[in-house]
């Protein structure tokens, strides 16, 4: 049983943490830079520390200040939430020299799913579906050529150490696919300090599905069912849900099957996500794993009922699992909401929240860090707030949504709250009938309308 867990990231993920860990009775330390002196996680933790000036990489990216931390509090055990360190293995191993314990996965576990091309060799092997392509790095151009005409236009080149759509290029035929070629291989250079380029079949318009798994330190794993994750802008989830509206019960079996697989093949240890592409003829392909607890875990613990942050302190204590699987018992939609100004390009909007009133009543649960008075800082993501809401459908859980949001006033800075309410009413999300470039589309149109 951990006695003290320091928590090393800011925002609602810290404060999502503290609350569990205090249901467990586990004391909790949080980390602070300068510029959150004043935000919640500080004040509800046990314990806190001031690690640095506002820039992340003096904070919390900064790992030798976040050891010293953990040292002086004694903490023995260390949560890092989603972003910052939370899938550098190198964090996880320096945890491990320090005897702290790292809540996640092992970094080789880490590693393997870091680089794609990795990733995509050990699925393969393992018998998961997954998008045809070339045999793992490309390296010539000629070869890289030969390649795209086998595989059949369009294709998509995309970087080994890249993920969440960063270093992507889509080819549409062999008279541009030079340029294509080393831009990509530009882009990766300077954005990973890797080159390392793979090619695949391009899928249009597909839905992008996750599926939530768990496995404990004995080697069992198990999928807590999927989450609809399409609604995105520019690799920006704004909205997820589950079940997804494309689901059936004969394909959760089988993308089930699939990330279980994926899970098993590398012992997976802790929380983790399973991405997929799925085509409209319902064939699926693995796109990547996410090591991690991710912002939309709410909208499975509201379906299946259980309490995930729970889930990943029980397997980091070497509790074991029951194997089962958790279906949906609900419908749940999670709707982010960020300082953003969705009718300028959703241009940051930082600065005061001059006043609050966050969304209440039966089936609506709010997780946020802010408060009326609260000063949103410019340095960090713009997420303030994730509005979920659950119901038995849903049609029931799209007007529990239109309720909860306009009941959800922040005066002091722009949110993405009226485009949350435009899609609400949109005829193509009601229907369930998009997939990810449904936003390239999407008009928000004046203000005052
Ligand atoms: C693809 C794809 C189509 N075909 N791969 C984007 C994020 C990164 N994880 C992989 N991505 C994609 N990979 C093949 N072979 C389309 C995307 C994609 C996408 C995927 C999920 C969610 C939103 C997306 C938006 C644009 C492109």
Known sequence: MFNKVLIANR?????????????????????????????????????????????????????????????????????????????????????????????????????????????????????????????????????????????????????????????????????????????????????????????????????????????????????????ECSIQRRHQKLIEESPSPFMTDELREKMGKAAILAGECIHYEGVGTVEFLVDKYRNFYF?????????????????????????????????????????????AIECRINAEDPFKDFRPSPGKILSLHTSKGHGVRVDTHVYAGYVIPPFYDSMIAKLICRARTREECITKMERALEEFIVEGVKTTIPFHKKLMKDEKFRSGDFHTGFLNTFEMGNPDE
């Open 287 to 331: 796109m990547e794993m996410n090591t991690r607890i991710q912002v939309e875990h709410p909208v499975t613990e509201e379906v299946v009922d259980h309490d995930l942050i729970k889930e990943q302190l029980k397997i980091a204590m070497g509790e074991k699992i029951s194997g089962k699987n958790y279906y949906p018992q609900m419908h």
């Open 11 to 227: 925002g609602e993920i810290a404060l999502r943490v503290i609350r569990t860990c205090r249901e467990m009775g586990i004391k909790t330390v949080a980390v602070f830079s300068t510029a959150d002196a004043d935000s919640l996680h500080v004040r509800f933790a046990d314990e806190a520390v001031c690690i640095g000036p506002p820039a992340s990489k003096d904070s919390y990216l900064n790992i030798p200040r976040i050891m010293a931390a953990a040292e002086i509090t004694n903490a023995d055990a260390i949560h890092p939430g989603y972003g910052f360190l939370a899938e550098n293995a190198d964090f996880a191993e320096i945890c491990g020299e320090y005897g702290i314990k790292f809540i996640g996965p092992t970094p080789s576990q880490i590693k393997s799913m870091g680089d794609k091309i990795t990733a995509k060799t050990t699925m393969i092997k393992a018998g998961v579906p997954v998008v045809p392509g070339s045999d793992g790095l490309v390296t010539d151009l000629k070869h890289a050529l030969g390649l795209a005409k086998e595989i059949g236009y369009p294709v998509i080149l995309k970087a080994t150490a890249g993920g969440g759509g960063k270093g992507m290029r889509i080819v549409h035929d062999p008279s541009n696919f030079e340029e294509q070629w080393s831009r990509a291989r530009q882009e990766a250079k300077a954005s990973f300090g890797n080159d390392g380029i793979y090619i695949e079949k391009y899928i249009e318009e597909p839905r992008h599905i996750e599926f939530q798994i768990a496995g404990d330190q004995f080697g069992t794993v198990c999928h807590l069912s999927e989450r």
